[in-house]
């Protein structure tokens, strides 16, 4: 925390009467309709009555007893402030530079219209569900009481701030990856913000992370705002004259140590003392009841090769993803495993975690890769981790089934859970890990380049299709 919050807390009152004034901006990339649906990809919110709300109340009252930190509520309070210049000045240390419409005008102008579009990914969902907000169901009071009358009527799942903060550190993470580690973080705990705030449950900000993710791969396939991009990318660097260089690495695109780790920003994984591991062991036992079900797809989800999810892909791309139909996908989607393979190695070995199939003495759905797994790390899911990634990946390629894809790279992580080899925490920590190397990779002048091939070659194959 720097001297800037303090120095800035007056917005609080200046800005809330417009608190809420950009959500109806018509400052736009995409509309509303253009966004998937997270109603269609993401589970509904935990219900009061379910083992899976323990965490959401656990955590509500862990984000109590954090108010006892002056500092941390400082920050909580600043993150409640819903105006772009204040939202910029908060990721202003991390970032490395305040983002100002008089020094740095295309950024800015691209931030506006970015984080008024990519808003628009949670509406749907908060208006579906309208979800009750903690201080409301437990009649208590927030630690920003001028918010609290309007967040009455607007659902708390999935959470609004969370969405904005993280798709801001997404793009601020690709326009300056030299950062990446401190926008990151500074990201994350900008949703956390908002359970120590009792404006969300974690259950809100967890949700809110997946759609933020989905909401920047989908903006990403619109043309005004990757040229927007690039303009922006290259006033930045004339400003800042930050040199950013990009290792290759011999199979993939970059090394390990290019790319942000959820072991630096996130809490680690629960152990057995820690009573978040309940949210753990209730996921297990409700995965254990849905094997009848989705048994069989979990077996076939198993196989986390590029070639083997494109294959479990195609039907929700709408097209058969091979080497004779769509080559250089498969191939961008190959190259990007390597990268997603070596971080995740990387990640399981800073620690090892047990699989609950080992933890609960009991066999898994897959009897034949029991023996093997038992000597690797459970935390992260390395399967969910290229789920996601090519979830993310082609919902860019082809925006129109971006709700069938983000779907099946949602199920396809909880297909560990069902599976028996990995607890809930192992695959939402992938999610996020996904995310963040995602945006990494849009750094990446090859990685962009490939990716443009892969999208004009789906264009042409989609025209040829077309005409037969």
Known sequence: MNNKFENLLILFLLSASIAFAQKKSTNLYLSLDQFPNAVNYLPAPPDTASLSFVDDFNQYLWGKTQRNNPKRVEQARFGAVWDLDSTLVYFSSAFGMTITKER?????????????????????????????????????????????????????YPSGHTNRG??????????????????????????????????????????????????????????????????????????????????????????????????????????????????????YWQGKGLRTERGSQA??????????????????????????????????????????????????NQSFRKRPYVRFGEGTIIPSEEASHIKSSSYPSYHTLAGWMDALLLTEINPTRSEEILKRGFDYGQSRVIAGYHWQSDVDAARIQASVMFARLHAVPEFVKELDAAKNEYSKFLATSNSK
């Open 104 to 156: 740095t005008p295309k950024l800015y102008h691209l931030v506006e219209k970015y984080l008024n579009s990519t808003y628009q990914a949670v509406t749907k969902a908060k208006k579906y569900y309208f979800r009750r907000r903690p201080y409301a169901q437990f009649n208590e009071h927030t630690i920003y009481p001028m918010d609290e009358e309007d967040l009455l009527h607007d659902g708390s």
């Open 166 to 283: 993280w798709c801001l550190a997404l793009l601020l993470s690709e326009i300056n990856p030299t950062r990446q580690d401190t926008i990151i973080s500074c990201g994350y705990q900008y949703g956390i913000n908002r359970v120590i705030a009792g404006f969300h449950w974690q259950s809100d900000v967890d949700a809110a992370f997946t759609v933020a993710a989905a909401a920047y791969a989908r903006i990403h396939a619109d043309t005004q705002f990757c040229k927007d991009l690039e303009s922006a990318k290259k006033e930045y660097i004339k400003i800042s004259k930050t040199q950013i260089n990009n290792i290759p690495s011999s199979n993939g695109f970059l090394p390990v140590d290019q790319y942000a780790s959820v072991r630096k920003f996130m809490p680690a994984p629960p152990d057995t003392m820690n009573i978040r591991i309940f949210k753990d062991y209730y996921g």
């Open 299 to 348: 077996i076939t989800d198993a196989a986390a090769w590029a070639k083997d999810i494109a294959t479990n892909y195609s039907k929700a791309f709408g097209s058969t993803i091979n080497k004779q139909t769509l080559p250089k996908l498969l191939t961008l989607m190959e190259k990007v495993s390597n990268d997603l393979y070596a971080v995740g190695k990387f990640l399981k």
